[in-house]
């Protein structure tokens, strides 16, 4: 579905998130703590955008791995890497729940819009606290369902009607009916907490913005 849908992906998230989903990878990559020189993965990386606020924060002395499993995406990511100048990142294919990395060999770990997608969702934020060092950082970036309130019906009207309607044009019409089902199935934010709590990470604290359509999750490796 990912491959599928590689080639549309960027200006539909800039237009199902009205351009705010850069403004969140932003406020989650000032989470991570990072600074000059350190090394950061970014997991399920798509076409990069993650990979790219953490390269900013690592700065030219730094380094950013951004992993995925659907090489189109990567090869996206590439070019606009070149295209942006960031040379402290690089995309390599990879599954989240079996990271090819060694234990404790970055600072920092992250996963943006794609731990909602993990087959084992357990297993795959284990993997994201193993990769990082004692004292790191792993941040999620996820949507959330609204519990209640006019949101939650906005919400509804949003995901059930118009980004259907939106996905009709893109290569895979059924990727953007997945989208809102899979919202609605997921963990609420405290329950993302909760999931990175039984993950081993410790310190672990929750921002919800967005109305509460989007969460991030923080903690650290003990």
Not at 5 to 25: E, F, K
Not at 47 to 58: M, N, P, W, Y
Not at 68 to 73: E, G, V
Not at 162 to 174: D, Y
Request: hydrophobic content about 45%.
């Amino acid at each position: 579905m990912f491959e599928r849908i590689a080639s549309v992906y960027d200006p539909m998230n800039t237009v199902m998130s009205a351009g705010l989903h850069r403004r969140w990878r932003r406020r989650a990559a000032q989470l991570t703590g990072l600074g000059a020189g350190q090394r950061a993965l970014d997991v399920a990386t798509g076409t990069g955008d993650f990979a790219f606020e953490l390269a900013r924060l690592v700065g030219p002395s730094g380094e950013v791995v951004g992993c995925d499993f659907a090489a189109a995406m990567l090869e996206r990511a590439r070019a606009k890497a070149s295209r942006l100048g960031f040379a402290n990142v690089r995309f390599e294919l990879a599954d989240g729940l079996c990271l090819p990395y060694r234990t404790g060999s970055f600072d920092a770990a992250t996963v943006g819009f794609g731990v909602r997608n993990y087959a084992d969702l357990g297993r795959g934020l284990a993997e994201l606290a193993r990769v990082v060092r004692s004292g790191g950082k792993v941040v999620v970036l996820e949507l959330t369902p609204p519990q209640r309130g006019l949101l939650a019906r906005f919400y509804n009207l949003w995901f059930d009607r118009i980004v259907p309607a939106l996905g009709s044009l893109s290569p895979l019409p059924e990727a953007y009916t997945y989208l809102p089902r899979s919202v609605r199935s997921f963990l609420t934010p405290r329950q993302l907490a909760a999931a990175l709590a039984a993950a081993g990470l410790v310190e672990v604290e929750g921002i919800v913005t967005a109305g509460g359509i989007v969460s991030i999750c923080a903690g650290r490796v003990p």
